[in-house]
């Protein structure tokens, strides 16, 4: 009666209309504009237009046209790679494990081609039928392995999901290395190659990882991930290691290989269980695109909306790592589809001395900063001095407290989280300062984490990023490892400090003296954490600490350390050598001429 009623059919072309702008592109933008208005206010509309014009003002790339004009070996590339492999020590036999469920058969054909076309020779694919109920498969892949001897395949008698169907996989392999691939991905020609020859520089390599990118319904290349060196803090905000993930197969034996019942994130969940098992220095990035993602429906590289159990699964699996590590952590998860660790305090925290620093030529604060009173912020005491060096070496040399945080004076923090996520993370054993973020009274990233480069030094990485916005990869929301901090909101242990000598009394606590003494914890393997979320807002006028002008630190730096740290300069190992890492702001850098 309702289908027949009069109503119904007058209405029946704003149905038709509503059904067309849910559909269409239009209705989406304008929602996605939206969210971005009200997480981030009309700051993150001018953040995007300005990235977007970016190509047009300065020497970066698009993409799509880079990944085309740059990233595609010729056949005669392809050949040049080929006679380098007879001259190497190790030709390692690496095993393609891919579980099979159900895939359109034209992708996993395209899939296993990808494998088939490799440059590098000496590899097996194993492959695990996971019960698809589609008979198809199976008789495709029997057809595959009957004319190619290197491609072994099982067949699973009942659907066991993707872990099982994993090991299953991985019980086929023979090879000294494991690679994980999914049955609708694909592998660029040259993928195994760059592999290898990883293990020949690096032949303690336990874990090998590489960037990805993804392809759409056309084939065309984007979304691509330019990852950095390895970095603990950043892989417990989202897996780093993904695709092309390497693995040595003893390693995987050893811990069990995949875990039944954390399907969706069980690569990840294999990735905590083996790098608790490593040294850091045996991790390998490889800083090429080695893998493609389909981007298609129901993909986790189209929306991670497809798989939700995949996010609770990765929840699962960051906790219990953390509580085998004994560093029980909260761990949660961010509507960016990313994690945030919050650490537990270890009992009690342990005594924290507050150094406020004033420009030099001022006079101290006649009564010290509100925040410092307040009781959340479990301030043990507060002390003053200028933004001299000698100062602040002298007056954190008579704290009390045996962890110390450096706050420059006009900064205002979010709220007592912002002072303790610093505290937390520097009191974890391996971490040498823990550094937070400076924002204007707009909300916009003033300073913060530094990015080494030949040309400045160091920048500020994602300067001017609204507060809310999430940044390159969530990089602008996830605690993470850099090479440097800026000293402007800082905490660190006092026994740290001291064994690092100090501030160095030329540079002091400008943005190259700050460069200038993490670098010196670099070098004692001490980590440098960035705390995005440990925001501090700088008054509307901000106060001026740093000593002599940039320029001049610049040449200063330069004369002293810049043969010693030249190759830190030359690729910072927390950004991408393909980034401009003078504009810190993940953008591609335009291939010299």
């Known amino acids: 009666a309702l289908l027949n009623s009069r109503s119904w059919r007058l209405t029946r072309p704003l149905r038709i209309l509503s059904g067309w702008l849910t559909k269409s592109r239009l209705l989406r933008s304008i929602q996605r504009l939206r969210a971005i208005l009200a997480s981030e206010g009309t700051a993150g509309i001018i953040y995007r237009l300005q990235q977007r014009w970016a190509p047009l003002s300065y020497r970066t790339m698009d993409y799509t046209v880079w990944a085309s004009e740059h990233d595609t070996p010729s056949e005669k590339a392809l050949d040049r790679l080929r006679r380098t492999i007879g001259s190497w020590h190790q030709t390692p036999l690496i095993s393609i494990v891919m579980p099979v469920y159900n895939p359109p058969l034209t992708l996993l054909k395209e899939a296993i081609e990808s494998i088939q076309t490799q440059i590098y020779p000496h590899w097996e694919l194993c492959i695990a039928d996971d019960a698809s109920p589609e008979a198809d498969v199976w008789q495709l892949l029997q057809s595959i392995a009957d004319q190619d001897s290197r491609i072994k395949i099982v067949r699973l008698k009942v659907n066991g999901h993707i872990s099982k169907a994993s090991n299953s996989a991985l019980e086929l392999a023979q090879g000294e290395f494991v690679a994980l691939m999914d049955n609708d991905d694909l592998l660029p020609p040259d993928a195994l190659y760059w592999v290898a020859e990883a293990v020949n520089r690096l032949p303690s390599a336990q874990i090998i990882y590489s960037d990805e990118d993804k392809l759409d319904a056309r084939g065309q290349r984007f979304g691509v991930y330019f990852k950095p060196d390895w970095n603990y803090t950043l892989f417990l905000g989202h897996n780093l290691i993904s695709h092309l993930g390497v693995y040595r197969t003893s390693l995987m034996r050893e811990v069990g290989g995949f875990r039944p019942g954390l399907e969706g994130s069980q690569d990840y969940d294999l990735a905590l269980r083996c790098i608790e098992r490593v040294a850091p220095s045996d991790i390998l990035h490889i800083p090429r695109v080695l893998y493609h993602w389909r981007a298609i429906e129901g993909s986790t590289a189209l929306a991670t909306e497809a798989k939700p159990y995949a996010l609770t699964s990765a929840q699962r699996a960051l906790q219990e790592h953390r509580e085998r590590i004994g560093r029980a952590s909260e761990i949660e998860i961010l509507p960016t589809w990313n994690y945030r660790c919050l650490r537990k305090n270890p009992g009690t925290i342990d005594l924290l001395s507050v150094v406020i620093v004033y420009p030099v030529g001022s006079l101290p604060c006649k009564t010290v900063p509100a925040w410092t009173a307040e009781q959340g912020f479990q301030v043990h005491e507060v002390l003053q001095c200028t933004a001299d060096a000698g100062d602040i070496n002298a007056v954190i ?24 996520e610093l505290v937390r993370h520097a009191m974890e054993d391996g971490t040498g300062i823990a550094g937070g973020t400076v924002r204007n009274a707009s909300g916009l990233l003033v300073t913060g984490g530094l990015v080494l480069n030949p040309r400045t030094v160091a920048s500020v990485l994602l300067k001017g990023l609204p507060h809310g916005h999430p940044g390159y990869m969530g990089r602008g929301l996830l605690a993470q490892e850099l090479s440097a901090v800026s000293m402007d909101c800082v905490v660190l242990r006092k026994q740290v400090f001291e064994a690092c000598g100090g501030l160095d009394t030329e540079l002091g606590v400008s943005q190259i003296g700050a460069v200038t003494f993490c670098l010196r914890m670099r070098e004692q ?69």
Not at 397 to 420: F, H, N
Not at 538 to 549: L, M
Not at 550 to 571: D, E, P, S, T, V
């Open 397 to 420: 040399s008579r704290a009390q407290g045996t962890l110390v945080a450096l706050m420059r004076v006009d900064l205002e923090p979010s709220g007592p989280e912002a002072l303790l």
């Open 525 to 593: 393997n001490r980590r440098v954490v960035w705390s995005p979320e440990a925001t501090w807002t700088e008054a509307a006028i901000p106060v001026q600490t740093s000593q002599g002008t940039l320029l001049a630190q610049q040449r200063i730096f330069m004369a002293r350390f810049g043969k010693k740290y030249a190759n830190w300069l030359k690729h910072d190992p927390a950004y991408h050598p393909l980034l401009d890492a003078a504009r810190a702001d993940f953008s591609l850098r335009a291939p010299s001429t």
